[in-house]
């Protein structure tokens, strides 16, 4: 059978397992063992590539991150945040609506999961909402659409992996990605203020209650300082940052503000640990699936089929990578996309001598808006089922906050310079700067 053939049967039966509802890393595995059958592929080699997808040390951090979101949702420390944002916007138009933006802008930096932050918002705002009137598909729509900043901002789970399979600096994506977070959170603070429902409005807190909620959130609030602090100074790697934040939230934050809660961390830790086996098995799955994609020359003949269309430029490749990436994570989630289509996004990154940092931010920035769009959107899909509603009308309702995205998806593309500022000025090796070898300072490529 010629490889072409054995892609698509691959490729076929993953999305054939997938609609009938097998989960995504059984789905991928089915097509690349079913698809290597027709190749001279042995399942030995398959069972190594699987293993060293995993076998990352970057990957790591993943699991203390979950455990910082497990820990501060089950803690019910997050209500402390969650009244920070309420002193801070809850007097706009569209109250509660406002908080929830600025709310996931906050906990984003503290989780780096967006389903984590979905199931937190659903748990602690949604009936609030609910009472005051919000239709539930705008509700739905909201916390699904604000959940996604997570997936930029550090410490993004998918920045991670991004990193570490891509062999692209985490920190630098972490701080690249603050930009176009910091836009999401923004734009859907404007749709709510002019095309939200009008909530309840609240009276203006004062100095003084503002103060008082900042100084009841400031111990979960150390948490990205900590986090931040660390990878950027050098003191911690990505990993070893997770591991002082858990710490500083089982040594200070929990004792100090919610001690009772001390009997249930073994309950969090096995329940963290539940959920790291998913995008573990998933990213072993993906591994596999794009080693075999490689392996039958798919990766080249996309990229060549891109290059044919925008040879050297960087926008267009950049832009057709979008649109790939956009309907592909349509069907499957960011991390088995990532792991699927590096070897391809690797060539094209050299191919537009585009930095590579930009690029992960533009390609995560794309995933991130592919979890809300049809017809997999799973953050979109866990949102309508927390609050209670039909996809479909919850989808109806995220239609106009896709414009957020997409003015962000462009503006990322054609601003490079300003996607990059801060991580040459923060750390200018992440970006691939250099030392001035005359002088102080440092030498950054165009």
Do not use: W
């Given at each position: 059978m010629s490889p072409a053939l054995v892609l698509g049967l691959m490729t076929f039966l993953f999305l054939f397992f997938g609609y009938l509802g097998v989960p995504v890393a059984f789905s991928l595995t089915a097509g690349v063992i079913i698809g290597s059958a027709f190749t001279d592929v042995t399942y030995a080699a398959l069972v190594q590539k699987m293993?060293?997808?995993?076998?990352?040390?970057?990957?790591?951090?993943?699991?203390?991150?979950?455990?910082?979101?497990?820990?501060?949702?089950?803690?019910?420390?997050?209500?402390?945040?969650?009244?920070?944002?309420?002193?801070?916007?809850?007097?706009?138009?569209?109250?509660?609506?406002?908080?929830?933006?600025?709310?996931?802008?906050?906990?984003?930096?503290?989780?780096?999961?967006?389903?984590?932050?979905?199931?937190v918002m659903s748990r602690t705002l949604c009936v609030s909402m609910k009472r005051e009137g919000y239709d539930?598909?705008?509700?739905?729509?909201?916390?699904?659409?604000?959940?996604?900043?997570?997936?930029?901002?550090?410490?993004?789970?998918?920045?991670?992996?991004?990193?570490?399979?891509?062999?692209?600096?985490?920190?630098?994506?972490?701080?690249?990605?603050?930009?176009?977070?910091?836009?999401?959170?923004?734009?859907?603070?404007?749709?709510?203020?002019?095309?939200?429902?009008?909530?309840?409005?609240?009276?203006?807190?004062?100095?003084?209650?503002?103060?008082?909620?900042?100084?009841e959130a400031a111990l979960p609030l150390m948490i990205p300082v900590i986090l931040l602090g660390g990878i950027l100074t050098g003191w911690f790697t990505p990993t070893e940052a997770g591991v002082v934040a858990v710490s500083w939230i089982i040594l200070v934050v929990i004792p100090m503000l919610n001690p009772r809660h001390i009997r249930n961390l073994p309950r969090d830790f096995c329940y963290a640990g539940l959920i790291y086996s998913l995008p573990l098995i998933t990213i072993a799955a993906a591994t596999a699936f794009g080693w075999m994609l490689a392996y039958l020359r798919g990766a080249i003949v996309i990229s060549d089929f891109i290059t044919d269309l925008a040879g050297s430029d960087p926008h267009l490749i950049m832009l057709l990578l979008v649109l790939l990436f956009t309907i592909v994570g349509d069907f499957i989630e960011p991390v088995p996309t990532i792991i699927i289509f590096m070897p391809l996004v690797n060539a094209l990154t050299e191919a537009g001598s585009i930095n590579p940092v930009h690029m992960g931010v533009v390609l995560i920035l794309t995933l991130a808006f592919g979890l809300i769009t049809p017809p997999y959107g799973l953050v979109l899909l866990m949102a309508s089922k927390f609050v209670g509603v039909p996809f479909s009308k919850a989808l109806k309702a995220a239609l106009p906050i896709y414009v957020v995205f997409l003015t962000t998806i462009v503006f990322a593309i054609f601003a490079p310079s300003v996607i990059l500022w801060l991580p040459k000025q923060v750390m200018p090796q992440a970006v691939g700067c250099f030392k001035n070898p005359s002088g102080t300072g440092y030498i950054c490529p165009s």
């Open positions: 293993f060293d997808g995993v076998d990352s040390e970057a990957l790591l951090a993943i699991p203390f991150f979950l455990l910082v979101g497990e820990l501060m949702s089950s803690a019910n420390v997050v209500q402390r945040v969650i009244n920070l944002s309420l002193s801070l916007v809850g007097h706009l138009k569209g109250g509660l609506s406002q908080v929830v933006a600025v709310f996931s802008m906050f906990f984003s930096e503290m989780s780096g999961s967006t389903t984590a932050d979905v199931a539930p598909p705008f509700v739905a729509a909201i916390i699904a659409s604000a959940s996604t900043i997570a997936a930029l901002v550090p410490p993004s789970i998918t920045a991670v992996v991004y990193g570490a399979v891509g062999n692209v600096s985490i920190a630098g994506l972490f701080m690249a990605g603050f930009l176009p977070g910091f836009m999401i959170g923004i734009g859907l603070m404007i749709y709510c203020y002019f095309f939200g429902p009008v909530g309840i409005r609240r009276p203006r807190s004062s100095f003084g209650q503002v103060g008082q909620a900042t100084k």
